[in-house]
Structure formats: C-alpha cells, structure tokens
C-alpha cells in the first residue's frame, strides 16, 4: 500500500511518454484522450487514470488555458516585494497568494545590505496606476507583518522562451 | 518579442472573454471534455474547440492543457538578478539569453535591473549555470531559490 502510494508520486515511463506527448498541449479534439492514447500507444482509460492522478498529487499544476497577458492588456507587470517578518510569512502567504490578480507569491531569501525582501507578488494590470492600487490591496492585508516594500516593473522583456505563440511572421521579420 | 499585429484584447467578443476565464479554472479529465464546457457556455462543442484554437493562433492564450510542475519532473527553477552597469546593458542581456536555461529575462527599474529565471534539468546545474553567466559577465549573481510557494492560479478577469 504504502508503495504504491510512493510509486503515485513519482513519475514512471508511462507518465514520461503522456508528459512528452501533452507538454505542449491538450489535442483540440472532441475526444482529446483518445488522441494521446493514439500517439502513446497506452488506452485512453490509462490516459485518463495517469493525468487524474498526477492532478491530484501536483504533478499537473492544473489543466486548462494560459493568457498571454501582455497580449490581453496586462501590460503592467510589477513585482512586488516585501520585507516580512517571518513568523507570519506563512499566513500572509496564504492571503496574498488567494488574490486573483496575483500570478505568482513566493517566499524568497534575504540578500542582506542590498536586498531586505524576502516576500515576492507578481501583479498584472493594464496600467502602473492599477498594479499600485492592487498593491495597496495587498498592503492593506498584509498590515505590520511588513517592514518596507517596493514594486519593480518590468522595463522590457529581454527574452520569454518555453511559450508556444505562433507568430511566425514577427519571428522571421526580427531574424 | 514586441507583438505588434493588429489585433488586441478590444476585439475579443463576449464569448471569446468567457472561454479564457472560464478555461483558466480547468478542464475535467473525461472523454469529451470540451462539451461539458461548450454546454456551460451555451455553446456548441465545434464552436468552443474552434474559438480555442483560434485563440491560440492569434496568441491571445499561450498554451492549452496540462501545466507540469517542472519541479516534480525532476527540474530545478530558480530567480537570480544582476546589477548591470547601464553602458553594459544590453552585452550582459545577450550573454545572459545566449543560455538555454534562462527562460525569462526581464529589465526592472532597480538597482538590480535584470532578472532572470534559470530552469534546469537537475538542482546541481542552476549553481553551474549561475558560474558561468558570472564568470562571462564579471558581474555577482544573487539567487533567489523559492523557499515556499503560495499558489499559482491567476484568473484574469476580462
């Protein structure tokens, strides 16, 4: 029992060959499982038993859509960061990580003089003046846990690869 | 990277903004998972998958379907940043890219103006790939390993 709860969370080569044949998405078909049976040579009731279980167990983040934000409007992105006292990071974790507008919320080191934060939230809006008034949002929960924070925006994107955009006619113009 | 086509999220109708909100939430593993969907939608299975792939093409979303955590795939992520002098900017940018495990590379207002995530197939190659951008740039890298993870789930709400 206990082994095969072990086995569930480590990814075997059934697993490797449904990761290989999804990682760049989940067939536009009517029976999408019945595709990637085709292309695995696995049933599609395995398919479906391997992704349902690597779901459960955070394998898979989740299933569904992506938004290219900056493509949806989300041109804003700030980077906010706070300098939290650690016994209440958990907690306020938690809260912040809850918020529809935050992609991502990690605890992070110190890098003591120059950087005293430790609390990092990715907020997306389609304007600086939005991320700030989201930031105050997560200000306002956060309350005294946090010494100082700051927002860093992203000036410019230097490089975004592991994302499929077809955009073929931009990628061969900047060749 | 710039996207300059034409299009922008303005012209995304009704239902088009209803399918990326609603597909953020997930898709259920069955045998025909976009009708459960198209039928919350009010709509026909054909239209969804079209609009989807649609979508797609136009790079509105960036992908569909299963997200792996590449961290239990055995990978390793990590965020680092470098403080760039300004007249080195874009030489140290190009260094830092010319590496296939950087993933994303963004300039902030900071005086750590670069910030990078470096994602690699075992835990022991981030340290490897964090020596060398240091040694070909002689700049100091600071890496910001994630400690704790508190979600990730973002819904846009369009």
């Not at chain 1, 990690?106 to 939005?130: D, G, I, T």
């Amino acid at each position: 029992m206990t082994q095969m709860k072990k086995r569930s969370n480590r990814i075997d080569a059934t697993d490797r060959l449904i990761i290989t044949a999804t990682q760049h998405g989940l067939p536009l078909l009517a029976r999408p499982y019945d595709e990637i049976a085709r292309q695995t040579g696995l049933s599609a009731q395995l398919v479906k038993q391997r992704m349902s279980a690597m779901l459960e167990n955070g394998i898979i983040r989740r299933m569904g859509a992506v938004p290219n934000h900056y493509r949806l409007g989300y041109r804003a992105n700030g980077m906010s960061v706070w300098d939290m006292e650690e016994a209440r990071i958990d907690d306020i974790g938690g809260l912040v990580g809850g918020l529809y507008f935050v992609s991502h919320c990690y605890q992070r080191p110190r890098c003591l003089p120059l950087w005293p934060y430790n609390f990092f939230a990715m907020v997306h809006a389609r304007s600086k003046r939005e991320v700030e008034a989201k930031v105050a949002r997560i200000a306002h929960l956060v309350g005294e846990a946090s010494r100082s924070h700051t927002i860093l925006y992203s000036s410019k994107i230097l490089k975004k690869t592991g994302i499929r955009l077809k955009e073929r006619r931009e990628e061969t113009c900047s060749d | 990277m710039k996207m300059s086509t034409g299009l922008s999220y303005r012209d995304l109708s009704q239902m088009d903004r209803s399918i990326i909100n609603r597909l953020q939430g997930g898709l259920p593993v069955c045998d025909e998972p976009y009708e459960q969907i198209a039928a919350s939608l009010g709509i026909g299975q054909c239209e969804l998958i079209g609009r989807l792939s649609k979508l797609l093409e136009e790079g509105f979303l960036s992908r569909f379907g299963p997200i792996y955590n590449p961290e239990r795939l055995g990978g390793a992520v990590t965020l680092a940043a470098l403080e760039v002098p300004q007249e080195r900017f874009d030489e140290v940018a190009e260094l830092v890219n010319r590496h296939d495990e950087v993933a994303h590379n963004y300039a902030r207002a900071h005086q750590l103006n670069m910030w990078f995530v470096i994602a690699t197939e075992a835990l022991a190659q981030i340290d490897e790939v964090i020596g060398k951008i240091e040694a070909q740039t002689g700049l100091k890298v600071l890496n910001f390993p994630k400690q704790k993870e508190y979600l990730i789930g973002l819904r846009f709400d369009l």
